[in-house]
């Protein structure tokens, strides 16, 4: 099972000590905390994509080039990439180049953000945002796929005799996760393809997320890629630990009520019991992860969101020292111990794609010729 952790790059003050980092200074604290990923042994590093402050992520793949330079066995992936906003031609060409400069160590989570203005800002209509997801999705499937391409949607000028360079890495197209917290139609899209669904669960309760991955696997094995047990599944979740519940808390509810993303609402004990944010010891954290499978199953991808909220890095960093050698050690054990065999226990990768050119990933609608 893959363990990883995902960063939004905001730009918060610290409300203990009042000091906002510049725009470098967050930048460098994300690369510095992917490092860190690596070095305790963790396996995926993914940052968002935005292009609205209080929020510096706005160039994904450049900024894991620069991150791939730095690390041997990191994997390398996004939370989201605007499916809807970018052309995708940008993305084609963009994470194929990535492939190639980190040797295959990529995948992406294709999302239609939930920030309204940015729409019209790439010039598009918030209102289409589905059917942008949809069309936009497919052709980028086939620009990953068809040496030439010829295409006409609603969206885009036509394409014709148009060929992506570069062409994906051992003419393997990166895997897909797609993310939503809402959006029934994106969970069909993933399952429609065999691709990977991800649910950010970290502002959920646990019956919403049940219900939007439930969707995802039942349509998926309906498309005939696998039982729907088989079905690729990715969640978020967040935590602050210490060595007690109590110095946790005490330590962690400054940045909690001040949070641009969730501060000013519940308690921070209420959002604990509503949510699978944890704060507290090594083993509460272990146990409310394990509870994500009785949740929704035995998965295969599991990122925690720790940069936020105007959190120092030093504390950052520890807590990433203490989720690879105390939390994520016994967590593959103990999924492991309860996943079934059939249960595939990591996500496709570059390795596995190249070894089974007859998976569906290959296929530009593997989903088009099943009985939904």
Request: aromatic content about 10%.
């Amino acid at each position: 099972m893959q363990f990883g952790i995902f960063s939004i790059g905001d730009v918060t003050t610290d409300p203990t000590t009042g000091k906002t980092p510049t725009e470098a200074e967050r930048i460098q604290s994300m690369t510095a905390i992917a490092l860190k990923a690596e070095e305790v042994g963790l396996d995926v590093f993914a940052t968002g994509e935005h292009h609205n402050p209080p929020f510096v992520p706005s160039s994904p793949t450049t900024h894991l080039g620069y991150i791939a330079a730095q690390t041997k066995n990191l994997q390398l992936s996004t939370a989201t990439t605007l499916i809807t906003t970018n052309d995708p031609l940008k993305i084609a060409e963009d994470f194929a180049f990535l492939q190639h400069l980190s040797g295959g160590r990529v995948d992406l989570m294709m999302g239609r953000g939930n920030t309204g203005p940015v729409y019209p800002w790439f010039g598009k209509d918030i209102r289409q945002g589905i059917p942008l997801a949809i069309e936009n999705y497919h052709l980028l499937r086939r620009l990953w796929r068809e040496r030439v391409v010829n295409w006409e949607g609603k969206f885009r000028t036509p394409l014709t005799g148009y060929s992506s360079t570069p062409f994906p890495l051992d003419e393997v197209p990166p895997f897909v996760w797609h993310g939503s917290i809402r959006s029934v139609q994106i969970a069909e899209q993933a399952a429609f393809y065999g691709d990977g669904f991800f649910h950010n669960n970290i502002f959920w309760n646990k019956e919403h997320t049940a219900k939007m991955v439930g969707i995802y696997r039942r349509r998926f094995e309906q498309y005939g890629h696998g039982r729907a047990d088989q079905a690729i599944v990715g969640l978020g979740g967040q935590f602050y630990v210490a060595e007690t519940e109590e110095q946790a808390k005490r330590e962690f509810r400054p940045y909690f009520d001040n949070a641009p993303v969730y501060g000013h609402g519940p308690s921070l004990e209420e959002f604990t019991e509503m949510t699978p944010l944890t704060v507290g010891t090594v083993e509460q954290v272990i146990e409310r992860t394990m509870q994500f499978a009785d949740w929704v199953g035995d998965y295969q991808r599991q990122l925690f969101l720790i940069d936020h909220a105007g959190l120092p890095l030093e504390t950052v960093l520890n807590q990433i020292e203490i989720l690879g050698t105390q939390i994520v050690p016994e967590l593959r054990r103990r999924m492991e111990a309860r996943r079934p065999e059939h249960v595939p226990s990591d996500p496709p990768t570059h390795a596995s794609l190249s070894a089974d050119r007859s998976h569906p990933h290959f296929q530009v609608s593997p989903g088009s010729d099943s009985q939904a």
